[in-house]
Structures are given as C-alpha cells and as structure tokens.
C-alpha cells in the first residue's frame, strides 16, 4: 500500500541528504551530478545479481542456439538429469567466462538494444528512450 506521511518524511529527508552530498560531490569532482547519478547507477545495477541473470534470461532466449553451442563445445555438459534452468545457468556462466570483463556490458547493450523493437511504445516513451541513448553516446 501507500507509504505512511511519517514514512515519506523519512524518505524525504534522506534525499535532502543524498541532494546536498551529491552536489558537494559533484563541486569537488568536477563532475555534472547527473554523471555521478548515472556512474553510480550503473554499478548498483551490477551489485545486483537478479538484474544480471534477468538479462542474461532475455538474452539467452534470443541467442538459445549460440548459447547451447558454446555449452557444447566446453564439453561440460553431460545432458543427464539436466533441467532447462541448470542448463541456461551453465551457460550463464559460461557466457561470464567467455567474457569476463564486458558481460556484464554487453547485456545492458543488449537490453538496450531490444527496446528499440517493442511493440506498444508511446511516442513519449520513444522520445525518452532516444534522449536516454544519446545521452549515453555523447558521454
């Protein structure tokens, strides 16, 4: 349900201190805060484990084929009592393996990337996306 006043008080005051932290921060960095927003963004998001294995769930479903080969050819695989989840894990790690310092990157591009093709996007929701992708490009 809804958050109680006294919760969003708290809540509140905790953003003034997040607001007041971030601009002292963004005042000695350098830095815009929104990049510092952004920077700190992305490394919560791999502090995340569900988001990760969330990702990787979209992007073995569009690559399954890719992805059952390199579980092939690392001939760890022995199909016996093999569920479809211990299978994609496997290849969840894999994949980490293969990649081991863009994996995590190349997922958020990934995903990224699928958004352009949803169906059932508002042209606001599209402009937000498009203002959201360059503003990555150009950082």
């Given at each position: 349900?809804r958050?109680?006043?006294?919760?969003?008080?708290?809540?509140?005051?905790?953003?003034?201190?997040?607001?007041?932290?971030?601009?002292?921060?963004?005042?000695?960095?350098?830095?815009?805060?929104?990049?510092?927003?952004?920077?700190?963004?992305?490394?919560y998001?791999?502090?995340?484990?569900?988001?990760?294995?969330?990702?990787?769930?979209?992007?073995?479903?569009?690559?399954?084929?890719?992805?059952?080969?390199?579980?092939?050819?690392?001939?760890?695989?022995?199909?016996?009592?093999?569920?479809?989840?211990?299978?994609?894990?496997?290849?969840?790690?894999?994949?980490?393996?293969?990649?081991?310092?863009?994996?995590?990157?190349?997922?958020?591009?990934?995903?990224?990337?699928?958004?352009?093709?949803?169906?059932?996007?508002?042209?606001?929701?599209?402009?937000?996306?498009?203002?959201?992708?360059?503003?990555?490009?150009?950082?």
């Amino acid at each position: 349900g809804r958050p109680s006043e006294a919760v969003l008080d708290m809540i509140q005051e905790g953003l003034d201190h997040i607001t007041a932290y971030l601009t002292d921060l963004a005042t000695h960095s350098g830095q815009p805060p929104q990049q510092i927003l952004d920077r700190f963004l992305k490394q919560y998001s791999r502090l995340n484990p569900a988001n990760d294995w969330n990702r990787y769930s979209k992007y073995f479903s569009h690559y399954t084929e890719r992805e059952l080969e390199r579980l092939r050819k690392s001939g760890s695989f022995t199909g016996a009592q093999s569920t479809a989840a211990t299978v994609r894990k496997k290849c969840y790690e894999l994949f980490k393996k293969e990649y081991s310092d863009t994996w995590q990157e190349i997922l958020i591009k990934f995903e990224e990337s699928t958004q352009y093709t949803e169906t059932g996007k508002t042209v606001a929701q599209r402009q937000q996306l498009f203002n959201k992708s360059a503003k990555r490009f150009t950082q």
